[in-house]
């Protein structure tokens, strides 16, 4: 287990070389060399990882291998897999830099001096978040599987992320970026994030079957995030646009919105198509994304007297504080309580004084 650089003489796995299948193909450093399948975990995003160890030469794959099977047997997602294995990469890569030669010898120090490491390199603060957690969770099966002393996570670290608000739309500026839209498509595509508040993994991923012109409504069979399933309401604007784009597109294929071959469209396109309207209605220089139709979506509704607790469920958030960041954004009672109360101090009609009073402490 630990770091020696993985070969056919020193490891207990047998590996096979895949030379470039070109000059143009990437070269790496080290030979490339993979473990034989193993039939636990042929699973795309593993192989790459496990690729990734073998290249640098890190260690052998066994414990990340192990923990990376572990995720996929507890139905984690791809993405989210694939993410892990990258912070653990970095971190095994960061600890062999520091003359580290076995993960036993890994201490509370060494997750301290990589984080600020990935500080220093200029890594947002969500990024070193988000690698934090997925080393803790890495550390702690390895703890269970008694690798590497309990310890190292002792007096867990926390990094301070800032809140931000949610980024929405401009009314008037949503009503710019339609009047430019005109393929049915397209528009189709749009409006639909922007009345039902999709994220764009989930409505990339609709397929016809899943739409219910007659009830006006989407479903969600299972969420990009939580993987809990909802349904979604069309308006009249994003229904009209709908059964337009159904009459023309291509009575065969399955998704909704697709791409070469029947395939869904991807998301680097559907993010083209959106740049492209934007910079066409003069809004490139907002630097609005795609998420930010959903933004609209939830602080309109709210503006309009919708519950939290409504909005909540149609946005498809496991916990109401994840909704309750648009109150923030926008509030129209809140407006209006707080101009209520300007309007009575501006008129000098609050009781009461401020003065000091020198016997208080």
Known sequence: MGFERVSVENSKYRHKYYPPESDKATTFPHPVVRPDPDPRIARPEIDYILQRLSNEGLLEPSPVRDYLHDMHCRNCRPNTIRNTGFAIVAFLRFIKSAGREHLETITRNDVGAFIEHEQDRGSAPTTVSTHLRALYAFLNYLIEHDVVHPDVLK????????????????????????????????RALILILLRTGMRIGELLNTKVKDIHIKDKTIEIIEAQKNRVGRVVYLSDDACGALKKWLKLKNAQTEYLFYGRGGRHLSYSMARELFYKYLNKAGLSHKRYTLHCLRHTYASELLN??????????????????????????????RREEYYKAMKIIERGEINGNYRFDPELP
């Open 155 to 186: 007096r867990k670290m926390h990094i301070k992320i800032p809140e931000a608000l949610p980024r929405a739309v401009d009314p008037e500026e949503i009503r710019q970026l339609l009047a430019v839209i005109k393929r049915p498509r397209d």
């Open 304 to 333: 309009a007297g919708m519950r939290l607790e409504c909005l909540q469920q149609l946005l498809g958030h496991s916990s109401i504080e994840m909704t309750r960041r648009y109150a923030r954004l926008t509030d129209n009672t």
